[in-house]
């Protein structure tokens, strides 16, 4: 699993997001295998389905986490650049977030997570994109 830390101007559509920590990423291909027709002794072909794209927005603050739950569409961020290299867009196409997950003490700082996937609209190429 990747992670994004301390991604930039984080927003789904026109939602800008506060407080994002970090954005982790991970995909998952499902094994496909042709299934063995009759008279034959070897399975003809294996392959990796379309990507689907899973992971979490971590954030600072728990009410900023309630607020992004359960928002549908394109997100993006900036990912700044080491060594003076140029800034990045991380984008996601067609993602979906889940419920908020936080955590709040009174004796350390509260974070929140949010769950999402997100899967291309064609179902065969990544829907996550660097650029």
């Not at 979490?56 to 060594?83: D, Q």
């Amino acid at each position: 699993m990747g992670t994004y830390k301390n991604p930039q101007s984080v927003a789904i559509g026109s939602v800008a997001f506060t407080d994002v920590l970090e954005i982790s990423s991970s995909c998952q291909r499902p094994e496909v295998v042709d299934p063995i027709a009759d008279a034959e002794t070897y399975v003809k072909g294996a392959s990796y389905g379309g990507g689907l794209r899973r992971g979490t927005i971590t954030f600072r603050n728990p009410a900023a986490a309630k607020a992004a739950a359960g928002l549908i569409g394109t997100l993006t961020a900036t990912l700044k650049g080491n060594g003076g290299a140029a800034d990045k867009t991380l984008t996601i196409a067609n993602i979906r977030l889940g419920g908020d997950d936080w955590n709040a003490g009174h004796d350390r700082t509260s974070t929140a997570t949010v769950p999402w996937m997100a899967q291309s609209a064609d179902g065969t190429t990544d829907p996550e994109t660097i650029a």
